[in-house]
């Protein structure tokens, strides 16, 4: 069967001004990536700020569409489509951010931010009435409590909320970027029962984007590391868990916290150069190298002068290094 | 032993502090009776959600709390052998980057944007120390060089939108750690940083202790994080420290339902699929604090005296402590 | 534009018993016998090489009238705000800073009363109490410093309202910021907290409506100018558009739009210095 999403070489070029205000390449945040997402599976991206998972996410929801590449939906291509049909199409796939707080208007009753969505679909009152209810019930909220604003809820609350807005538009296809995170760790277990509910109930596919990467390996089926704008490693969830491969993976693993057995013993690395490594750093062209070339533990000459696809190493099990 | 004996012991001796706020919604207990006790040299993580109030600790201790709408019931907190809260505001902020500093979550919020990253260094060791403004200024540079910045004097003239984020953590620290302080409170220093740069910042951390003999109050809601860098922990739930043990003690025993819950929540790959061991409800408001055992309405073990009754905090052995009525009676099970 | 408004300045100069004759001679002279687009044209021209022509009543150079009264514009501008700063942002500060204490409620009362009350009502009030009442200060005329303070009191309270407010409102908000905590806990005096870590980040949004109220006032603080009678620019400017004396307005125009513009370039650079995020590598 066809993946239900598939993601074919996807480019996102940001332009600066150069001499006499001409258009000159400033970074590429998306470096050609691609991936298949298969229906009713949560797929998981892990990567650090400024790697491009947000610009990636924009791109796929065509909120900012990308330079280049093909982004296909159930067999049909987003860049095909006219704006009127990309609309409509846009019901399908919704996106839950991190921040609950943000994502909600502080004067609007939470029974008219769940409205809203409705009332763009002509319903009649009556209807969206039962929608509504129906909505709060799946996640959680008391109905009533529907006409609450939302700093009368607890940060779990809020993201239940966000989470039965998303759905009001009743998509296939859910973006959750980092919807855990800002929760208490008590929380959080329940907002990811409540993700793997719906999941099961609505028949759901998740695209689940977290630095946490217990989190990730535990609710994703299939998991790839990006950095600087390029998937590294790509394999299921127990693969990648059991057997990282790639030397990024690697070293967030290790950086996991509560994974260290002997903290005190790793070498003095903080006295040098290792403050700039993957704090924010924006790769500045698509270099024609390994990008992680300058701090890997087992690069040489020839990741500095060559860059590595991303090749199968083992069933489905997909890296992009020379060394490993 | 006498109560000033005993406080010898430890550098930070926080003794059955109770702290409430008086808010237009209700009387906010936000500590109800915390004691916590720190020697030199010790790493003691503080976890807790939030609204549990370890925050309101770190704060209080710093004398930081603005005082009418919060209020000091009762309690100690004696550090180098004087009780803090006796102490007047001249007395309290002489102490206050001095003999103990502090560092925090989001660097990019917690310093000032209008300065630059030197002349926030250099402000402590000249009004503590008494410095001039050369001799301060080379220090700092010697600050950011232990910080991992290296003697770099452009940083010192750097204003800190100009930092990364880990730099800017590296910065807050240098700045907290100036007057080489007795006491270092770290508030949820690494939660907005990447994993990557956790570690470092962790591992620095430990790396001062030694050089200054220092203790670090560490305060965090990631277990896992505690867990490597913690020598001791105190668990915090609603104003009131439920758990402290070692740090193997805790996680290889822990006893009270609600730290053995926390831990089972955390997500293990080898169960994907399942749903997760979450705690229902939330944590309380502290304007709603329930009676007796603040934890009973979430505890799957509860019995009738735990809403009647506070659970006494006891001594099981080697200095792990827990409140709670049924352990060894009842348990949950993994 | 303003050959719109019905009026003919060749009959201003005539008088009421001129002949027809004569308006049209005076017509010629002015030149405004033209269509109105080559006048522009012509006056455009001359602006470029900084020629504001002459006033068409009084027959001088329109650039030397403005020059001449500009000094005394500038000079009550330049009190206006002094006074205007020196009330407000201390006043704005210590309101901040203690809330809802007595300062506050003084710094708040003045405000409100400050904003309500026109300028030029100020004006005349002191006019009554300190020149005719008590003799204070002289009634009319220009050329001494006592001359200025009246009317430069009147317009710095009246701008004073609103910059404390802002000041306040400003001060308040930095006061909540998280830096303010780092600076405490570093054991910072609560001096040191508030004048020299929140006031700096405090002042830039006062400083921006400060700079564009002086550029308002450098155009000629018109009403004030009236009621105390002193020979500005504001002065010159109001006659001009009574006797539709076209190349003075004109001239005033550019140059208040000039002298606003200058302003406000001059408050982005004190901005920028204020504000390092903003500064150009």
């Known amino acids: 069967m066809d993946p239900f999403i598939e993601i074919k070489n996807l480019v996102k070029d940001f332009y600066g001004r150069g001499l006499l205000n001409r258009r000159k390449l400033a970074v590429r945040a998306v470096d050609r990536v691609s991936f298949d997402i298969h229906r009713n599976t949560v797929f998981g991206l892990v990567g650090e700020s400024g790697c491009g998972k947000t610009t990636l996410v924009r791109s796929i929801l065509y909120l900012d569409p990308p330079t280049s590449g093909e982004i296909r939906i159930d067999g049909t291509s987003l860049g095909n489509l006219s704006s009127h049909q990309l609309r409509s199409f846009r019901k399908r796939m919704q996106i839950v951010f991190q921040d609950p707080n943000s994502a909600l208007n502080p004067k609007m009753r939470i029974e008219d931010s769940l409205a809203e969505g409705l009332v763009n679909r002509r319903f009649p009152a009556a209807e969206r009435d039962r929608r509504i209810k129906r909505l709060l019930d799946l996640v959680g909220i008391a109905t009533t409590h529907r006409s609450r604003f939302p700093h009368e809820f607890s940060g779990g609350q809020k993201q239940r909320i966000v989470i039965a807005r998303a759905l009001c538009m009743e998509p296939d296809f859910l973006v959750l970027d980092e919807p855990v995170s800002n929760l208490d760790v008590s929380i959080q277990a329940q907002i990811i029962n409540l993700l793997l509910d719906l999941k099961k109930e609505l028949a759901l596919t998740y695209l689940f984007i977290s630095h946490d990467l217990n989190l990730v390996g535990y609710f994703s089926d299939r998991l790839a590391v990006m950095y600087q704008g390029r998937l590294v490693e790509l394999a299921s969830a127990d693969e990648i868990m059991r057997n990282p491969c790639h030397p990024y993976t690697r070293k967030l693993f290790s950086s996991m916290p509560g994974k260290n057995t002997a903290i005190g013993e790793a070498e003095d690395d903080d006295e040098n150069a290792n403050l700039e490594s993957s704090d924010g750093k924006i790769a500045a062209l698509s270099a024609a190298c390994c990008t992680y070339a300058d701090e890997c533990p087992i690069g040489d000459r020839q990741c500095k002068t060559d860059e590595p696809e991303l090749m199968e190493i083992a069933d489905g099990h997909r890296i992009a290094c020379f060394k490993a | ?334 | 534009m303003i050959r719109v408004i019905p009026g003919d300045p060749a009959l201003v100069i005539a008088g009421i018993d001129a002949s027809q004759s004569d308006i049209d001679a005076i017509r010629a002279k002015l030149g405004t016998d033209a269509p109105v687009f080559s006048q522009y044209v012509n006056w455009i021209w001359d602006v470029m090489r900084f020629d504001f022509g002459d006033s068409m009543i009084s027959g001088q150079p329109v650039t030397r009238l403005i020059l001449d009264r500009f000094p005394l514009t500038l000079s009550l501008a330049l009190m206006g705000m002094v006074i205007s700063i020196i009330i407000a942002i201390p006043l704005g500060v210590i309101s901040a800073v203690k809330r809802w204490s007595f300062w506050d409620y003084l710094g708040m009362a003045f405000s409100q009363i400050g904003m309500a009350v026109p300028s030029f009502w100020l004006g005349i009030l002191l006019l009554l109490l300190l020149s005719v009442k008590f003799k204070i200060f002289p009634l009319f005329g220009s050329g001494t410093i006592m001359h200025l303070i009246l009317p430069a009191v009147s317009l710095g309270i009246a701008r004073a309202a609103v910059l404390l407010r802002l000041t306040r409102a400003s001060m308040t908000e930095e006061l909540s910021k998280e830096y303010v905590i780092t600076a405490r806990s570093k054991g910072m005096t609560e001096r040191i907290v508030y004048y020299k870590h929140a006031l700096k980040n405090a002042l830039l949004p006062v400083i921006t409506i400060g700079g564009i109220q002086l550029g308002y006032m450098l155009g000629g603080a018109i009403i004030i100018e009236q009621v105390f009678s002193l020979p500005g620019l504001g002065r010159l400017f109001l006659f001009g558009v009574y006797q539709r004396d076209f190349p003075l307005i004109q001239g005033g125009v550019v140059f208040v739009a000039f002298a606003f513009s200058l302003i406000n370039f001059l408050v982005d650079m004190l901005y920028s210095f204020l504000n390092p995020k903003i500064r150009i590598n």
Request: aromatic share 4%; glycine share 8%.
């Open chain 2, 1 to 334: 032993m006498t109560a000033g004996a005993a406080a010898n012991k430890y550098l930070l001796d926080i003794q059955d502090l109770d702290v409430d706020f008086e808010q237009q919604r209700g009387l906010a207990q936000a500590l109800r009776g915390v004691d916590i006790r720190l020697q030199t040299g010790e790493t003691h993580a503080l976890v807790g959600e939030s609204g549990s109030g370890k925050t309101v600790t770190s704060m209080c201790i710093m004398g930081l709390l603005a005082m009418p709408p919060g209020r000091v019931n009762r309690g100690k907190i004696i550090f180098q052998k004087r009780d803090l809260l006796q102490l007047n505001e001249n007395e309290r902020r002489k102490v206050r980057g001095k003999d103990i500093g502090m560092i925090f979550q989001e660097p990019g919020k917690y310093l000032n944007p209008a300065y630059k990253i030197g002349e926030q260094i250099t402000e402590s060791l000249i009004l503590h120390l008494k410095m001039k403004k050369k001799a301060a200024t080379e220090n700092a540079l010697d600050l950011l060089n232990l910080v991992g910045l290296g003697k770099n004097r452009r940083v010192l003239k750097s204003y800190p939108h100009e930092l990364s984020g880990g730099m800017k953590q590296r910065a807050m620290i240098a700045m907290a750690i100036a007057c080489h302080p007795a006491l270092l409170i770290a508030d949820e220093p690494t939660t907005a940083l990447d994993v990557t740069l956790q570690l470092q910042i962790l591992r620095l951390l430990l790396k001062l202790k030694e050089k200054f003999a220092m203790g670090i109050l560490f305060i965090s809601h990631d277990l896992g994080v505690v867990k490597e860098i913690a020598d001791r922990i105190s668990v915090i739930y609603a104003g009131k420290i439920i758990e402290s043990a070692t740090k193997s003690q805790l996680f290889e025993n822990p006893l009270h339902p609600y730290t053995k819950l926390l831990l089972l929540s955390i997500p293990d790959a080898t169960k994907r699929g399942e749903r997760l061991r979450a705690i229902p409800g939330t944590v309380p408001d502290a304007e709603d604090v329930p009676p007796g055992c603040s934890f009973h309405p979430r505890c799957p073990l509860a019995e009738d005296e735990c809403r009647d009754a506070i659970p006494p905090d006891i001594d099981y052995g080697d200095g792990h402590q827990a409140a709670c009525f049924l352990i060894g009676r009842k348990w949950i099970h993994s």
